[in-house]
């Protein structure tokens, strides 16, 4: 497995409204997306709340604001039957995201956080819904 550092948060690099836009705009992309969106629909009860929460996580990554609180771990690994290719769908559609917003540093930085925080819910949920069986990494057929 190759390890990439994830860059420092650095609040002169991108702004608030940066991180509210990747946030609403991977969202739009997300509910409208066949596998993803009924998930997102079945367990988002408030979307308000969520958009804040979301861009209050975003913040602390790539600005290093202290906003946000919150344990994703057990939420995602509660979620009924996720796979491989939802974590990889969800990837792909934030990193078309952050492709759009034109901004390279907010991209490659939002890119990073995101692939380790995907492979991390992967195993995490894996653990957690199957124990008895060896985890799998999320992208462990890719070079």
């Known amino acids: 497995m190759t390890t990439h550092s994830i860059p420092t948060p650095n609040p002169d690099l991108y702004t608030e409204e940066e991180i509210s836009q990747l946030v609403h705009n991977f969202y739009a992309k997300a509910r409208k997306d066949p596998g993803l969106g009924p998930i997102?629909?079945?367990?988002?009860?408030?979307?308000?709340a969520h958009f804040v929460q979301m861009t209050n996580f975003w913040s602390a990554q790539l600005r290093g604001t202290s906003r946000f609180r919150g344990a994703p771990m057990p939420k995602h690994i509660a979620l009924p039957e996720l796979n491989s290719d939802l974590f990889k769908r969800w990837l792909h559609l934030f990193k078309e995201t952050t492709h759009e917003l034109g901004n390279p540093a907010l991209?490659?930085?939002?890119?990073?956080?995101?692939?380790?925080?995907?492979?991390?819910?992967?195993?995490?949920?894996?653990?957690?819904?199957?124990?008895?069986?060896?985890?799998t990494e999320l992208f462990a057929d890719t070079h």
């Open 107 to 135: 991209k490659h930085h939002a890119d990073t956080v995101a692939t380790f925080i995907a492979g991390r819910l992967w195993l995490g949920y894996q653990m957690g819904n199957y124990p008895e069986r060896h985890p």
């Open 40 to 48: 997102f629909e079945e367990h988002v009860i408030d979307w308000d």
